[in-house]
Structure formats: C-alpha cells, structure tokens
C-alpha cells in the first residue's frame, strides 16, 4: 500500500513557530514530525509515500534528502494549496488501482499500521473508507463521531460546544477507489476532503479505534503537551 502524507499547510495555529518553520518539521521533543511518520510508515508495511509541499518547500525537500527513507519517498510541490482532497485527486495515477492511506502530518500518532489494513481487509462490504478513531481528552476541539452498530459511521460533530462523547476522527484514513472517484467527479482544483467528501458517504465509512497514543499538535499548547508525553515515553514506534 502506498500513503499521501499531507504536510503543505501554513500552520498559522503554531504561529509563531511555524514563521520560519513548516508544521511538518516542527520538533517534537527535538525530532521532526515528519521523521516520526517516516518510521512509522516504513518500518510497518507501507512501500511508498507521497509528501505534499508548498509551504517553505524547500526545506522540507532538504529534510527529506538527508532522510534515510528518501529513496520510499516522493514529493509533489503546489504552486498553489490544492486541499485535502485536491492533492488526493491530482496524484491519482501515482498511488494506483487499490487502496490508499492518507495522512495528516501534523499529528504524532503510534497507531497499528498493519492492524489498520487488517481492520479494512475485514470491514463491512458496504464501507469504502477506514477511519481513524481515537478517544480525545479534548472533545469540543475535535470532530467527534457518533457509531452504529456495525462500527460505521453514521454522524459527525465538528467542534461543538457539547459534544455527545470523545471518539473523535483522527485524520488518518485507508480510503476505496470509489471515494477517490467521487472526489475526482467534483471536477474542481481544490476539493476539501473533511467537508465536501467524506459527509457523502456517513454510513460508509468504518471507525477504527487507536487505543494508543493520537495527538494533534497544530497549536503550542498540543506541541507542548506531545513533547511531555514523548520525554514520558508515551509514544510507543518501534518495529
């Protein structure tokens, strides 16, 4: 399976780290987010990874020469931010005829590559998507997910005051051709995955639930607390 890591975003919540730094490098407990990707990835099956690039790309196409991943990692620069979606739909021959995942870099996650396949291997014949679930110690600052009892999706809750529990969208997804179809169907340059794709197929979708470490670290409250939790140990990627 190949990967789109999604890393050309301007970080404008981590400003003002991010004024000359992009998100993707920005240390945690001293190491890029980006390195910790990389490993998690390649050291758990994943052949390929496609980064994409806009903000302060030169340095991340600096970081990734002197990777010892380069040689699995592939970059597609936009002159322009494409969305979520619209890079997905722009490197389509790239990943092939069969699933992919799609990532948003700027989490720091230790989340069961393979176990994620296996749970998309074996989900429901009607499902086109996998989605990353984690328990959020932060409800109303995520999208938060209401299940049936198949495991699927069937509401979302994107940051409301009172959220109805705290398993939230992780921003990590194996996502079905069919999906990527729609996407491309839209027939637009920018297309924003979280609001314009995936609402079409609630009860297609099935929520995989990481029962170990997921944080966002968009802002510098949640960088910090990544740093604690990884000087603590609590991020746990190993082969």
Same mark, same amino acid.
């Given at each position: 399976?190949?990967?789109?890591?999604?890393?050309?975003?301007?970080?404008?919540?981590?400003?003002? =780290?991010?004024? &000359?730094? /992009?998100? %993707?490098?920005? /240390?945690?407990?001293?190491?890029?987010?980006?390195?910790?990707?990389?490993?998690?990835?390649?050291?758990?099956?994943?052949?390929? #990874?496609?980064?994409?690039?806009?903000?302060?790309?030169?340095?991340?196409?600096?970081? =990734?020469?002197? &990777?010892?991943?380069?040689?699995? =990692?592939?970059? *597609?620069?936009?002159?322009?931010?494409?969305?979520?979606?619209?890079?997905?739909?722009?490197?389509?021959?790239?990943?092939?005829?069969?699933?992919?995942?799609?990532?948003?870099? $700027?989490?720091?996650? $230790?989340? $069961?590559?393979?176990?994620?396949?296996? #749970?998309? #291997?074996?989900?429901? *014949?009607? &499902?086109?998507?996998?989605?990353?679930?984690?328990?959020? $110690?932060?409800?109303?600052? %995520?999208?938060?997910?209401?299940?049936?009892?198949?495991?699927?999706?069937?509401?979302?809750?994107?940051?409301?005051?009172? /959220?109805?529990?705290?398993?939230?969208?992780?921003?990590?997804? =194996?996502?079905?051709?069919?999906? %990527?179809?729609?996407?491309?169907?839209?027939?637009?340059?920018?297309?924003?995955?979280?609001?314009?794709?995936?609402?079409?197929?609630?009860?297609?979708?099935?929520?995989?639930?990481?029962?170990?470490?997921?944080?966002?670290?968009?802002? /510098?409250? *949640?960088?910090?607390?990544?740093?604690?939790?990884?000087?603590?140990?609590?991020?746990?990627? &190993?082969?």
């Amino acid at each position: 399976m190949r990967a789109l890591l999604l890393a050309a975003g301007l970080g404008t919540r981590l400003r003002p =780290i991010t004024e &000359s730094i /992009p998100k %993707c490098l920005v /240390p945690v407990n001293g190491r890029p987010l980006l390195d910790y990707w990389f490993d998690l990835l390649f050291m758990h099956g994943i052949e390929r #990874a496609l980064v994409n690039t806009h903000y302060f790309a030169e340095r991340v196409q600096e970081h =990734i020469a002197g &990777s010892p991943w380069r040689d699995r =990692i592939e970059q *597609s620069y936009e002159t322009e931010l494409l969305g979520t979606g619209g890079t997905l739909v722009a490197n389509l021959g790239w990943f092939g005829p069969g699933p992919l995942l799609l990532a948003h870099a $700027d989490n720091l996650t $230790d989340f $069961d590559v393979g176990a994620m396949q296996a #749970a998309h #291997a074996a989900r429901p *014949s009607r &499902s086109v998507m996998t989605m990353l679930a984690f328990r959020t $110690d932060d409800p109303r600052s %995520c999208g938060i997910l209401e299940l049936d009892s198949q495991g699927l999706v069937r509401d979302f809750h994107e940051k409301v005051e009172n /959220p109805p529990g705290n398993l939230a969208n992780g921003a990590v997804y =194996i996502i079905e051709p069919e999906m %990527c179809a729609f996407a491309k169907a839209l027939n637009k340059p920018f297309v924003d995955l979280q609001t314009e794709v995936i609402p079409q197929f609630t009860g297609r979708i099935q929520a995989w639930e990481h029962g170990g470490y997921h944080r966002d670290i968009g802002n /510098p409250t *949640s960088l910090a607390k990544a740093e604690a939790d990884v000087r603590a140990d609590l991020v746990k990627i &190993s082969k």
